[in-house]
């Protein structure tokens, strides 16, 4: 079995940070986006590959914070997507960022958190944003930096609800190699006893708009199957109610899939150990048609490299095993979130532009899990890339 899940190796540490940070300011904005931009990355040789500005996150101009008033400890979260590196105290989570792809990921949350929006889509189909920190693992004696230990308190890159802006002293810190800066963003996993989460690779493409021929090549090849259904399965953790324990599976399992035993992994899923959960997919359903229908309408991004993230409670009580045709209410009994956006991209062919490759995957995914819900007699057949563009009214 594939081991999907961070480092146990990888070092804890002790952070300081406000409960609640309840509004972002914007500190970055993408600039050009009325440009023109080819809608296929496979230009000819002879047409100039689109562009993407990514601004720098500017370190001396930040909203300072309130005081820092307590300390929780940080430790690697279990991932089913292959993002070893991310932290979490149960509330929040920190994940790390070094290079443009971060950067870019940073940006995007900045601009879809700005006040006029942030309770708008496509914020609210992601995890609560709360802000870009930094975690400074030296200390300077005389002019030696050393290496500090480990319940060194995290710096923060404030951000904070008044407009009011000034410099701060850490201006050229970020740059030493002893500087680990993270998006904090909520833990989803902190309202379930037993999460069960999925993680899926969708849209056609997983690459960037100006990436070259033996990227895309690549990229291509890790599996074909996705041109046509839109999706990658990339990892699970469920909880079995019969043995205990979390059953694992990770990219190499999803690699194995083709269109018609794609259906297993979603059943596979589904099952707790006794039963396949058919009380939660009507709610999956619901959330990834709410998903949809934003996708059907915004004319704004191109989500390359994203992924969706399925959650439900995997602890339920013995009585609920034997109903399988009860669907409950609670609110926080399932979830669905839009997370990893380090290749996000402009639309700039117009007005009927649209992620088209995005709602590809959304409508098999739903597909899918109707044929668990109902049986594969059901199933009418997944969704084509044309005819996805032929109800869009897309060329």
């Known amino acids: 079995m594939t081991n999907v899940f961070a480092s146990s190796s990888l070092r804890t540490i002790t952070v300081s940070f406000l409960p609640t940070l309840t509004s ?39 909203t300072s914070l309130a005081t820092l008033i ?11 997507g292959g993002h070893d590196g991310i932290l979490t105290n149960k509330e929040y989570i920190l994940k790390p960022f070094k290079d443009k792809r971060g950067e870019a990921e940073a940006n995007f949350y900045l601009q879809i958190y700005h006040p006029s929006r942030r309770f ?6 992601t995890p609560n944003f709360y802000g870009i920190y930094y975690h400074d693992r030296s200390h300077t004696k005389g002019d030696t930096i050393e290496n500090s230990p480990s319940n060194t308190t995290v710096q923060i890159e404030p951000i904070d609800d008044q407009p009011q802006r000034h410099k701060i002293s850490t201006n050229s810190v970020l740059l030493s190699e002893y500087i680990t800066r993270y998006i904090m963003l909520e833990d989803l996993t902190k309202y379930y006893k037993k999460p069960c989460i999925m993680d899926i690779k969708i849209g056609i493409q997983t690459w960037d708009e100006d990436a070259k021929p033996e ?3 690549t990229e291509i090849n890790k599996y074909p199957i ?10 699970m953790r469920v909880w079995d109610n019969v043995l205990q324990t979390y059953r694992e599976h990770g990219r190499e399992y999803g690699y194995a899939l083709n269109d018609k035993t794609m259906v297993n992994a979603f059943t596979e899923y589904l099952y707790n150990g006794k039963i396949i959960r058919h009380d939660i997919i009507p709610l999956l359903i619901k959330k990834l048609q709410n998903i949809e229908e ?3 309408q915004q004319n704004e991004y191109r989500f390359y490299g994203s992924s969706l993230l399925f959650i439900y409670e995997g602890e339920i009580e013995q009585s609920l ?10 609110s926080h009994q399932t979830d669905i979130r839009m997370i990893d956006f380090a290749h996000v991209w402009p639309i700039r062919d117009g007005p009927h532009g649209r992620d088209t490759g995005y709602l590809l995957g959304l409508r098999n995914i739903i597909h899918y899990l109707e044929s668990v819900n109902y049986g594969a007699g059901m199933m009418t057949g997944i969704s084509t890339l044309q005819k996805t563009k032929d109800e869009l009214n897309i060329n």
């Open 226 to 235: 996705q041109q046509k259904i839109g999706f990658r399965f990339t990892g």
């Open 120 to 125: 708008l889509p496509p914020a609210i189909f």
């Open 215 to 217: 990227k895309i090549f």
């Open 294 to 296: 934003y996708f059907i």
């Open 24 to 62: 972002i300011y914007l500190a970055q904005h993408y600039s050009n986006t009325n440009a023109v931009q080819s809608s296929s990355p496979s230009s000819s040789p002879s047409s100039p590959l689109p562009t993407r500005d990514i601004p720098s996150l500017d370190t001396s101009v930040y």
């Open 70 to 80: 307590t300390t929780e400890t940080f430790q690697p979260l279990p991932v089913v």
């Open 321 to 330: 095993l034997k109903n399988t045709n009860n669907p409950t209410s609670q």
